[in-house]
């Protein structure tokens, strides 16, 4: 089926690494992308096709893909990466499908 | 620079129709497929549907189909996501965004359900 499974909720300490997994059988043949949402503001896209990075987006943001997993990895977080993320990936016969999302803490 | 701004919100009873428009600017928008996404109060986002640049297709969640219809007007760079009828469970803000890789988002326009 077109879903994707996230996390609800991930902890992290300022300076350690998060790491929020995205799964589902579309990712096996489709590429991911992750979103970043802050309360009350649109989300961002910070990774697109599984492990780039748009241009202004820190490198401590990175993707990763296997099989039907797809991985961001938050290095070194900070206070102002608290927020939530979604993973995103076409699906089936032309649409699209976001995952449930996580909630990233740092504290 | 690259904007997308949604309206056409409100307070709308239920079984009323609902159209909501996204004008674009700063870009090309005719060369765009451009979706619809949706965020209920407290809850995650979930796709609506997308049209081609072209409006030639278009595509729409299970959960919408029937009732929601995108449409664009690419001479006044508009895209429009007309539903009907409204039930409470559509309360949500709805963002238009651009189908693209590194893709642009509007703000977001408020539609809420209630009688």
């Known amino acids: 089926s077109d879903e994707l499974t996230q996390p609800p909720s991930v902890s992290v300490s300022p300076g350690q690494t998060a790491r929020i997994t995205c799964s589902g059988q579309?990712?096996?043949?489709?590429?991911a992308y992750w979103y970043q949402q802050k309360l009350g503001r649109a989300p961002v896209v910070i990774i697109y096709?599984?492990?780039q990075r748009p241009p202004g987006i820190p490198d401590r943001f990175s993707g990763s893909s296997s099989g039907t997993t797809v991985t961001l990895t938050i290095s070194e977080a900070q206070a102002e990466d608290e927020a939530d993320y979604y993973c995103?990936?076409?699906?089936?016969?032309?649409?699209?499908?976001f995952g449930t999302g996580t909630r990233l803490t740092v504290l | 620079q690259v904007q997308l701004v949604e309206s056409g919100g409100g307070v709308v009873q239920p079984g009323r129709s609902l159209r909501l428009s996204c004008v674009g600017s700063?870009?090309?928008?005719?060369?765009?497929?451009m979706h619809w996404i949706r965020q209920a109060p407290g809850k995650g986002l979930e796709w609506v549907g997308v049209?081609?640049?072209?409006?030639?297709?278009?595509y729409y969640a299970d959960s919408v189909k029937g009732r929601f219809t995108i449409s664009r007007d690419n001479s006044r760079n508009t895209l429009f996501l007309e539903v009907n009828p409204l039930r409470p469970e559509d309360t949500a803000v709805y963002f238009c965004?651009?189908?693209?890789?590194?893709?642009?988002w509007g703000k977001g326009t408020t539609v809420t359900v209630s009688s």
């Open positions: 965004a651009t189908a693209s890789e590194v893709d642009v």
């Open positions: 700063g870009f090309n928008f005719s060369n765009y497929g």
């Open positions: 049209m081609s640049y072209d409006g030639s297709k278009k």
């Open positions: 579309t990712l096996s043949n489709q590429y």
């Open positions: 096709k599984d492990t």
């Open positions: 995103q990936s076409p699906a089936s016969s032309g649409t699209h499908v």
